[in-house]
């Protein structure tokens, strides 16, 4: 599977950012796809995951009900709608898939093993 993250930018607190990662690769629908970033001098964390299969999906505490993540099977998309932002939502985001077939939604980095490049999220006070 290969990613393609894009959509990031400038924002300013409270606004609103949509993020898209386009996946190619036959393996797409029965892989999970997890959105994480990373922040300036901070580990890369869990942010959101959905199951494109069936869509069901997990989300981080620190951005539950902010945060939608959905997918396309259609277009090999999934989006990542982020509202309400805040100054500590700054980081590169990033995609991932896993096609381990785990029976639950994994949070863990290492458990996604295709990733995109990468794109910057800035919110600014």
């Known amino acids: 599977v290969q990613l393609q993250a894009s959509g990031g930018g400038l924002v300013q607190a409270g606004g609103s950012l949509r993020l898209s990662c386009a996946a190619s690769?036959?393996?797409?629908?029965?892989?999970?796809i997890g959105w994480f970033r990373q922040g300036p001098g901070k580990e890369r964390e869990f942010v959101a995951t959905?199951?494109?299969?069936?869509?069901?999906?997990r989300y981080a505490d620190s951005v539950r009900g902010r945060v939608t993540i959905s997918r396309d099977n259609a277009k090999n998309t999934v989006d990542l709608q982020m509202n309400s932002l805040k100054v500590e939502d700054t980081a590169v985001y990033y995609c991932a898939a896993s096609n381990t077939g785990s029976y639950y939604l994994s949070a863990t980095v290492s458990d996604y093993n295709f990733w995109g490049q990468g794109t910057l999220v800035t919110v600014s006070s």
């Open positions: 959905i199951r494109c299969s069936r869509g069901i999906t």
């Open positions: 690769g036959r393996t797409f629908r029965s892989a999970d």
